[in-house]
């Protein structure tokens, strides 16, 4: 954990509630290098943590009201909590009122202090929701004592996303926030929640491209994308007169012999899904062969079928991976997350990556686009309960 931004949550919990915390937690951001929107439907995932992170300075402080601070708005808020009861209220709070409500089920809680910060930026497409979640789940549960296993905290986090926050992301963000390793991607099958760390090449380099839209998966079509994919699911069970629990139950064979008897737009979403499992096990391999060309060459195949097939790209997202394929040193590039803005990533050689995010970021002004971002983003490990 960054030793600075600890020192600085702490000294941010004592000016907002005259004490220290009881304890600090972080959670890493991430972005996936491949496997998009496949993991609400029960598919393969391949993400990798970087080093930005959500913190989480808490304490107990009694009674039934909870009170959160949020550095990055400047903005206090006070809640209690009612079994089997739960109102929405500003977006942010929402996840930790989720925490403390299904936590409390388990063990009954007491009133807490929470001051959050982070350096994963928000609204793009590097997961700062669910690093947020996981680092609240581990504050709470490391406070009261909880007894929950490593696996269940992602399972917790996905549903407080689902059903507090009311957007109906798969359990990728999470888990790689709960079981990252610095130096690997991390291999999720989403149905089984078996996963396998694969090394990422010493001498590769991940590039993040913000591209200055920001976008909130809840008030976007994201949901709309998952319910298409059901609509697939229940048209191709009729159509090929098999039992189909989701997407991933479906051949690429399968899906051509009923392309014509389909809606079109049903069939591409379904095609992108389809497709995009078959990448991500064609890049696990690639990597461990280390055939950075032909991760490169999955990773814009990926983006394309967001782009044509899946429909969540962007105008910024395009100009992102249109100038990086055209420089030498990268290997590929693609949009990471949920899309409709957020940030696109590079897969690159280690030796020129300062040279090539300078590079991307002038390129893409010139385009027009002012309000972009490019970093290096180093790989980082799973959330850490740090101080108590």
Not at 126 to 146: E, G, K, Q, R
Request: proline share 3%; net charge negative; charged share 25%.
């Amino acid at each position: 954990m960054d030793e600075d931004i600890r020192k600085d949550m702490i000294k941010t919990y004592r000016l907002e509630f005259g004490k220290s915390p009881e304890v600090v937690t972080s959670a890493p951001g991430r972005i996936n290098l491949i496997g998009e929107h496949t993991d609400y439907n029960e598919g393969f995932v391949l993400p990798i943590a970087i080093d930005r992170r959500t913190y989480t300075a808490a304490g107990i402080r009694g009674g039934k009201l909870f009170i959160a601070f949020s550095r990055e708005i400047s903005k206090k808020t006070s809640f209690e909590i009612e079994a089997g009861k739960f109102e929405r209220s500003n977006f942010w709070v929402n996840y930790i009122k989720g925490a403390c409500s299904l936590l409390s089920e388990v063990k009954p809680i007491e009133g807490m202090n929470f001051a959050i910060g982070s350096t994963v930026p928000r609204g793009s497409g590097l997961s700062s929701s669910a690093a947020f979640v996981v680092s609240i789940i581990d504050a709470v549960t490391h406070l009261y004592d909880i007894k929950i296993k490593d696996i269940e905290v992602p399972i917790l986090a996905q549903r407080i996303e689902n059903e507090f926050v009311g957007v109906q992301s798969g359990i990728m963000d999470p888990f790689v926030a709960k079981f990252a390793r610095e130096h690997n991607a991390l291999l999720i099958d989403t149905r089984s929640l078996q996963y396998e760390h694969v090394p990422i090449p010493e001498d590769c380099s991940i590039l993040v491209c913000v591209t200055g839209v920001k976008r909130a998966l809840a008030t976007t079509e994201y949901n709309r994308r998952r319910e298409q994919c059901q609509q697939a699911v229940s048209a191709l069970s009729e159509k090929l007169n098999k039992k189909i629990n989701s997407l991933r139950d479906v051949t690429v064979g399968e899906l051509k012999s009923v392309e014509n008897e389909m809606d079109r737009t049903l069939y591409m979403r379904a095609f992108h899904v389809v497709t995009e499992n078959e990448r991500v096990v064609k890049t696990v391999e690639a990597l461990k062969k280390d055939d950075r060309n032909l991760v490169g060459k999955l990773m814009l195949e990926s983006h394309l079928s967001l782009r044509m097939s899946y429909d969540v790209s962007s105008p910024e997202l395009d100009a992102f991976v249109e100038i990086s394929e055209q420089l030498d040193g990268v290997y590929g590039a693609r949009m990471t997350g949920g899309g409709f803005g957020g940030s696109a990533i590079c897969f690159v050689d280690a030796n020129y990556e300062n040279e090539l995010a300078n590079e991307i970021a002038r390129k893409y002004k010139d385009r027009g686009y002012d309000n972009g971002v490019v970093f290096i983003a180093r790989t980082g490990g799973g959330s850490h309960i740090e101080r108590s």
